[in-house]
């Protein structure tokens, strides 16, 4: 940069100095930052320190849970101890300018894997998140009937998309370890798979380790990596296979004949498979894969390459047919399934955007959360958008032709289409979805949308903020603040994902409707009783945290609906049961009701008991539950004080 001198008699026009001020800050000058430091030895000391302290820090974790179960004001200390141990040092190395390839892979795969551990320690002997407990049933079900396809009543698309309990069945079939053992030892080798992957997808487009390193680091700021892409549960495979099939075709993009052919092979296998994993996952790569080969299609540079461009609309017509049929050939109700949620989710933000009267849904406070956690996201937030804002014209520079590196002429080349790789136009402009799955965030009804965005968003956000961190904050050779400011923003970033990925991460004690925190003992033996002394199969309806517990531990037929049009939370929240309600009861095959008194204590914490449609924000009455005890042909046959147990089958006898 060259130092300017001024006389008395300069004149500075504020706006002219501005406007380059904005323009050095966001515009598309790439430095020196684009080439990686010359080639390094890992440093074995570096590594050795961390794997201790990461070790450490899990031992805080554990720490901070085993407080908590105990009630001690002390655990949160603990537990964001470890936390913070466990991710700004390893951050500070990986983004650490002079560090070689090997070493930085390594620790992000040491980083990944102690961050699964994070989470599978807060209950590590057996599946505990809502999702995990619906795909634990399938897996049953597979191993005892020895059939695909069979019915959920709590999950009735799961059935159609087997990858993941096929999978672990086999793991079970070949190993004999249970299936909680072999879903974990599953995740765990998904969990490399993919941070190994997103790398080389990274590293095929850019070129620079130092870069992919980064986007990757980037990536785990995702709300949805820590718990929601670590649980049993379809989606962590289905992102795997979405990112292999993006690794394998950006490797394979220069190569021509029959190795091209191979690629494209391997490429159909894993969109294959992905089509019968995860339907969400494979709409993103078949969205990805489409915009690809529209792109291929617009570009002007460089001969036409009709080799490659036939490659790319081959892969984006699999991608985009291969799920189709799918659903066609099984008869899956997408429509149905997603349908409600996304068009009340955005009729929901449309209406804040324009300022029409907020739905009654979604007035029931937030879960409580501890400050310092919504602080820390609102930050990671902050920076990302930072990020976003100083990486995404260079990430399109980075696409320019090779000539064409000065001022904003590469972004002007972009706009005549002219750019050597439509994936990183792709990816800047995909950078998008960030702000869009916040703002669903920001909702209750789309919350689930936004949640969902975001763990494919943040791939092309990774390497928009990777890209701004090596071509404009730290440089080739950075001094000083420009070395520590962005590697702990990184760490910021990282922590922000670990505290939006759920309310309380710290394993306490019973909490009313409240997911992971409402599973314990009590309801757990509840549902073991029901299977030793009543026997498995029996039609049973309960709350929504009981129903898991029955059809997993206690192997019962749970019900959502009484019968069609009359859901179980009608008969529950009623304080008198009446005439529809009786006969809708006497007419169905339900055999025993299950209601926990528990529920009576607060409200609930998620905002419903039941069903998340059906939002209530203050806790049931003890005579809304147990008006059973007064009807004609109803028998308790369990009590604990806490939970009790109605047989109902004398109701049909009746009729």
């Known amino acids: ?29 790439l430095r020196d930052g684009g ?11 570096w590594i050795a320190v961390l794997c201790l302290t990461i070790a450490t820090a899990l031992l805080l974790v554990v720490a901070g849970h085993a407080a908590g179960r105990r009630g001690y004001d002390v655990a949160p200390l603990l537990f964001w101890s470890g936390v913070v141990l466990l991710v700004v040092p390893t951050s500070l190395r990986i983004t650490w300018p002079m560090v070689a390839r090997g070493e930085r892979l390594f620790l992000l795969f040491l ?17 505990i998140n809502h999702d995990e407990f619906l795909h634990w049933i399938a897996a049953d079900d597979l191993m005892t009937a020895r ?34 053992a072999a879903g ?11 941070i190994g992957a997103l790398f080389l997808f ?36 289905g992102i795997v296979l979405c990112v292999l099939a993006f690794a394998v075709e950006a490797a394979s993009k220069d190569l021509v004949g029959r190795p091209r052919l191979k690629a494209l092979g391997l ?69 149905g399934y997603l349908g409600p949620m996304v068009e009340s989710g955005f009729d929901t933000l449309l209406g804040k955007i324009l300022g029409a009267p907020t739905p009654r849904s979604e007035y029931p406070g937030a879960p409580d959360k501890a400050l310092y956690m919504r602080l820390t996201t609102l930050l990671a937030i902050l920076l990302l958008a930072l990020g976003l804002a100083t990486g995404f014209f260079r990430s399109l520079a980075m696409a320019a032709p090779s000539g064409a590196r000065s001022g904003w002429r590469p972004i002007r080349d972009i706009l005549k289409r002219r750019w050597r790789d439509s994936r990183l136009v792709l990816l800047a402009l995909l950078a998008f979805g960030l702000p869009v799955s916040v703002a669903f965030r920001l909702t209750i009804a789309g919350w689930e949308i936004g949640n969902r965005m975001g763990t494919f968003v943040f791939i092309a956000v990774g390497l928009v903020v990777a890209v701004s961190i090596v071509h404009f904050w730290q440089g080739r050779t950075p001094r000083g603040w420009r070395r520590i400011a962005p590697a702990v923003a990184l760490a910021v970033i990282v922590l922000g994902g670990v505290a939006s990925s759920t309310i309380n991460p710290i394993h306490g004690r019973y909490r009313v409707a409240a997911d992971q925190a409402s599973i314990e003992p009590m309801g757990i033996e509840t549902a073991r009783w029901a299977k030793e002394w009543l026997g498995a199969g029996n039609r049973f309806t309960s709350d929504r945290i009981n129903r898991l517990l029955l059809a997993s531990y206690g192997r019962q037929d749970v019900r959502v609906r009484i019968i069609e049009g009359v859901y179980s939370a009608r008969i529950f929240e009623a304080e008198t049961l009446g005439p529809d309600e009786f006969w809708a009861l006497a007419r169905s095959d339900i055999d025993f009701l299950m209601i926990d008194l528990r529920l009576t204590t607060a409200p609930p914490v998620l905002g419903f008991y039941f069903e998340p449609w059906q939002r209530q924000g203050t806790p049931l009455s003890g005579a809304e539950l147990l008006k059973f005890n007064d009807i004609k042909g109803v028998t308790r046959i369990y009590d604990n004080g806490w939970i009790v147990i109605y047989d109902v089958r004398g109701l049909h006898e009746n009729l």
Request: aromatic content about 12%; overall charge positive; charged content about 10%.
């Open 202 to 237: 990274f590293e095929s487009i850019t070129g620079s380790p130092r870069i992919s390193a980064i986007a990757c680091l980037a990536y785990m700021g995702c709300s949805t990596f820590v718990l929601f892409e670590s649980m049993f549960s379809y989606e962590s495979l």
């Open 111 to 127: 980083l990944a894997e102690a961050l699964f551990y994070y989470k599978t320690v807060y209950s590590p002997t057996s599946f």
């Open 267 to 335: 490429i159909a296998l894993l969109l294959a498979s992905l089509a019968v994993t995860h339907h969400l996952s494979a709409t993103f790569t078949a969205t990805y894969f489409g915009a690809l080969a529209a792109l291929e299609a617009l570009r002007r540079q460089g001969p036409l390459r009709i080799g490659a461009r036939t490659a790319a609309g081959f892969t984006a017509l699999l991608a985009i047919a291969l799920p189709s049929l799918w659903v066609q050939a099984r008869g899956i109700p997408l429509t």
């Open 35 to 45: 080439a990686d430091a010359p080639s390094q030895r890992a440093n074995s000391g």
């Open 147 to 180: 059939r695909l396809f069979l019915s959920n009543p709590l999950f009735p698309i799961g059935p159609t998309y087997p990858a993941l309990e096929i999978l672990t069945t086999a793991i079970v079939n070949l190993t004999g370890l249970p299936l909680f």
């Open 184 to 194: 974990t030892l599953l995740l765990a080798v998904l969990r490399g798979t993919f």
């Open 1 to 29: 940069m060259m130092p300017a001198h001024f006389t008395a008699g300069t004149r500075i026009n504020p706006l002219r100095a501005g406007i380059r001020f904005v323009s050095a800050v966001i515009g598309p000058d």
